[in-house]
């Protein structure tokens, strides 16, 4: 079955501090995708990384990276020097090779506060 | 901005009526999905679309219905409005092939009184 976890209801933190979204994944296929949106109280998802199963290099873009982890199932997301601009809810998604659907987390809403 | 435009912005039915969202589709992609979003909860999905064919179902009964027209333009009808329809309707565009990653609308905020 597949399932993803996002542990996190809530976190706050203070402008400037890093923060990491925890993210944890079930899935039996060997080809899956891993993402990342942004949700601002706007309503609108925010597409921020793919990541394929056979791609577990580290990225960083920006003030972003994310840590993807087969070993562990998990697919962190860092934000170094948390900005205002970062309040949001955080969704993290599953989508197995084939099905063009996708699983969501139950999203974790970052608050950060100047 | 995603280029995926969704209408109404908000609405307001009675259990039991009908409602029609719609969505148009980023330019170039021909692939379209639907998610309700309930409060504080992700995005659990409908079905989706592709070339004008119903491609993938979630838990949703009968009453969740869509369309995709040929210009991959889209319509999810739910009839037999229930209390529980109430929620954020999202539409998602995509290509077939290639990358997997969905680019979505704004949203349609649904609630049935």
């Known amino acids: 079955a597949q399932k993803v976890t996002q542990a996190q209801t809530e976190i706050s933190v203070v402008e400037k501090e890093d923060v990491t979204l925890d993210c944890v994944y079930e899935t039996r296929d060997t080809t899956y995708y891993l993402f990342w949106y942004k949700q601002p109280p706007s309503g609108e998802l925010v597409f921020l990384i793919r990541?394929?199963?056979?791609?577990?290099q580290n990225e960083i873009s920006g003030r972003y990276s994310w840590n993807f982890q087969k070993s562990t199932s998990s697919f962190n997301f860092t934000i170094t020097a948390s900005q205002v601009v970062d309040s949001a809810v955080y969704f993290c998604a599953l989508s197995e090779d084939g099905t063009y659907k996708y699983i969501f987390g139950t999203g974790t809403r970052l608050k950060v506060l100047a | 901005e995603t280029g995926v435009t969704q209408s109404p912005t908000h609405l307001i039915k009675t259990r039991g009526q009908q409602v029609t969202l719609r969505c148009s589709s980023q330019?170039?992609?021909?692939?379209v999905s639907w998610y309700q979003q309930a409060l504080g909860q992700g995005p659990q999905f409908i079905f989706q679309?592709?070339?004008?064919?119903?491609?993938g179902r979630g838990n949703f009964p009968p009453r969740f219905s869509g369309l995709q027209f040929p210009n991959y333009s889209s319509e999810l009808n739910v009839n037999a409005l229930e209390l529980d329809d109430s929620a954020l309707y999202l539409c998602?565009?995509?290509?077939?092939?290639?990358?997997?990653?969905?680019?979505f609308g704004p949203g349609t905020r649904l609630t049935v009184t």
């Open positions: 990541r394929n199963s056979f791609d577990e």
């Open positions: 330019s170039g992609h021909n692939t």
């Open positions: 998602a565009s995509s290509l077939r092939q290639g990358k997997n990653e969905q680019y």
């Open positions: 679309y592709y070339r004008e064919e119903e491609n």
